[in-house]
């Protein structure tokens, strides 16, 4: 193959990356605000069938107060919580809402990962570290806004942007995973002249 053919073949694959990477984060971020609208009561696309039995976004919410109260716990504060709050006794008061959930940057990342041509070991392989990355930052930033929140409890208002703080970090830490694992892919497909 020439430089030339080599050329366009890069770009015809790197086209294809983009079109796949933009249909599937489409699908994953949209499938799950609608899963979110089917599972609220009230909403036009409200199902009580799906809501009591596929409530995956439930799921994910208590999957992750649990752990956030049990760190909370082990600082010393007592907390309790439902099925979206989270409240240290003398302390915070933390709704986790749809929001504070990471699928959209789970949505990204696993979009990216389908996308991007690796041998599908590879591929679950970082699907699952990446996934599992942002759930424990998740449980991290719930736990930590708790115990600081409560400890400082004069600097409450100096918390209001928590929400982008995460993202940046999360995102951050999503890249730097995705450079390496790009670059590890990458090592063993190299062009010959």
Known sequence: MNPEQAKKEANKKAIRFLVVLFILYILFSQGNLF?????TPGSKFY?????????YIQGLKTALIVPAVWMIKAFGFYAIYNEMDVMVVAGPYLRINYSCLGLGVMSFLAAFVLAFPASWKSTLKMLFIGI????????????????LMAVFKSQRNN??????????????????????????NNKSKTVQP
């Open 47 to 55: 199902n009580a069938y799906i809501a009591d039995h596929f409530n």
């Open 35 to 39: 899963m979110h609208s089917v599972i």
């Open 159 to 184: 918390f209001t942007y928590h929400h982008e703080v995460f993202n940046i970090i999360v995102y951050i830490c999503v890249f730097t995973m995705l450079y390496f694992w790009i670059k590890r």
């Open 132 to 147: 599992l990355t942002i759930y424990i930052l998740n449980i991290l930033r719930i736990a930590g806004l708790g115990i």
